[in-house]
Nanobody, 126 residues
Framework: QVQLVESGGGSVQAGGSLRLSCVVSGGTFSSKCIAWFRQAPGKEREGTAS????????TYAASVKGRFTISRDNAKNTLYLEMNNLKPEDTAMYFCAAKTAPGGSCSMRASAYNYWGQGTQVTVSS
């Protein structure tokens, strides 16, 4: 059973930075799509960034492109989300999610992923 554990959330002021981590265990890290999603109260869960753990293509939502960077460390079975120039509208619970995938670009539809972490809260104040 694949397990994902997020960390690194917190409270920052607008313009600040945070780095989220997601440790993946219970299965092979390779040949997977792993994505970061976020969900604010009263809103739908939205994908922010995705990456393939073997072939490496990344995808970003328009709202975070240029500010967020997704990366992976295969030796540590860990996914990262570097978030810079944070805005109050980035406030949400952030989740990492995974699915087995042979290659190619990775979806950012929540319904495509079958393994989820418990989430880490990010709060950005103005």
């Amino acid at each position: 059973q694949v397990q994902l554990v997020e960390s690194g959330g917190g409270s920052v002021q607008a313009g600040g930075s945070l780095r989220l981590s997601c440790v993946v265990s219970g299965g092979t890290f390779s040949s997977k799509c792993i994505a970061w999603f976020r969900q604010a109260p009263g809103k739908e869960r939205e994908g922010t960034a995705s990456i393939h753990t073997t072939t490496g293509p990344t995808t970003y939502a328009a709202s975070v492109k240029g500010r967020f960077t997704i990366s992976r460390d295969n030796a540590k079975n860990t996914l990262y989300l570097e978030m810079n120039n944070l805005k109050p509208e980035d406030t949400a619970m952030y989740f990492c999610a995974a699915k087995t995938a042979p290659g190619g670009s990775c979806s950012m539809r929540a319904s495509a992923y079958n393994y989820w972490g418990q989430g880490t809260q990010v709060t950005v104040s103005s």
